[in-house]
């Protein structure tokens, strides 16, 4: 919230953090839906209404209407149409009202059997320790029906060209004591907690994890691969570090995995500056390796494929991010395939209505 001179509060107008997306230069690669007949809950996306950039519900409509079968999805925080009136630190519970009315509307089944943003995980931070319980009851009363979990960002490093998309946050929030009594009181509400980490902090979401083995952790982006800043043209070594910490996060049973993020910025992969957007053969190849990585680690019983929308539309369109996904796991059986893309997204979130019409 910002004061102007005369004193009125006006809501904050975050900037557009993320690559621009180019209607114009993905419209260059159509492709078809392929196995359009598997069941999907987009695990990962958001909705926001930003200062140069909107993102909402028409939006996410026209992305995936592209022949997919996508029955449902999950709205994770981004924050965007928090409150302004009242105690600050329940101005993010705005985002969850906002995209509860969402919700409702796709509900009303007048704009298809798809049911956009049937679970929310909204911004509640640890770091308030045992204040937070108030926050986490105005959320749940704001979607009752929905609300499933809770992400405060976390990703941070120490090198001044690596930032999460919303900004530097301090380094070693997961491990501080404030943050651990805040973050007790999640299984108390029956929430789970998306871990939103670059791959340097896995150890840390270890450490938390097997500290809280009653609380369902969702480890977001495949585990915050890097190819930026020192960690550019070292693909070789960040991979290879990355995955031994994926593979020590897979003993933790309370740890589950989203598989997308692919196509932030902070991959190095540079998806956006080809002339052409890429195709799905070409997004799977380059992904296969961390894909692979992660069903490999954690089974398909605790993997689940997200859009991680608007956010990687600038590397590619939402049509050809799926059929990428499901070029990487053509040798799956259906049962997994049914995990993969949908049955995973559910238990977590409680969603097992949402894959049967």
């Known amino acids: 919230m910002t004061q102007s001179a005369t004193g009125q509060r006006t809501p904050q107008r975050i900037a ?3 690559v621009p997306i180019r209607e114009d230069w993905l419209a260059l690669r159509q492709e078809e839906a392929i196995e359009p007949d598997i069941p999907i ?21 026209r992305d995936a209407g ?6 449902a999805s999950v709205h994770v925080q981004c924050r965007s149409m928090y409150r302004v009136e009242g105690d ?17 509307r796709s509900a009303s089944g007048i704009y298809g059997e798809m049911r956009a943003c049937a679970a929310i995980v909204g911004f509640a931070d640890p770091m ?32 001044p060209g690596i930032a999460a998309s ?14 651990r009594q805040g973050f007790a009181l999640l299984s108390r509400y029956g929430l789970s907690y998306d871990a939103w980490a670059f791959f340097t902090q896995l150890g840390d979401v270890l450490d938390l994890a097997k500290s809280f083995p009653d609380t369902p952790i969702v480890v977001n ?34 740890v589950s995995i989203k598989l997308g993020g692919l196509g932030m910025f902070n991959t190095g992969f540079d998806l956006d500056k080809q002339a052409l957007p890429p195709g799905s053969l070409e997004l799977a190849e380059i992904w296969r390796p961390y894909i692979e990585t992660c069903v490999e680690a954690f089974g398909a019983e605790r993997s689940m494929f997200e859009s991680n929308f608007p956010v990687d539309k600038s590397s590619c369109s939402y049509t050809v991010l799926w059929n990428a996904f499901k070029h990487i796991v053509a040798g799956a059986t259906r049962k997994e395939k049914e995990l993969l893309f949908g049955g995973t997204a559910a238990r977590i979130y409680r969603l097992e209505n949402a894959l049967h019409y």
């Open 221 to 254: 982006h495949v585990g915050g691969v890097l190819g930026i800043g020192p960690y550019r043209g070292k693909q070789a070594e960040v991979f290879a570090e990355w995955r031994r910490s994926i593979q020590r996060l897979a003993r933790c049973p309370n």
């Open 88 to 104: 600050p630190l329940l101005h993010s519970v705005g985002e969850t009202e906002f995209v509860n009315g969402v919700a409702a």
């Open 41 to 61: 809950i987009d695990a990962h996306h958001h909705l926001w209404d930003r200062s140069g950039q909107r993102y909402l519900f028409d939006d996410f409509l």
């Open 128 to 159: 308030l320790g045992d204040a937070l319980a108030p926050v986490l009851e105005a959320h749940i009363a704001a979607a009752p029906d929905r609300f499933r979990g809770v992400r405060a960002t976390v990703a941070a490093h120490d090198s």
């Open 166 to 179: 919303f900004g530097r946050v301090p380094t070693g929030k997961m491990m501080d004591s404030a943050f």
């Open 66 to 71: 592209g022949g997919h079968d996508i029955r």
């Open 16 to 18: 557009p953090p993320h």
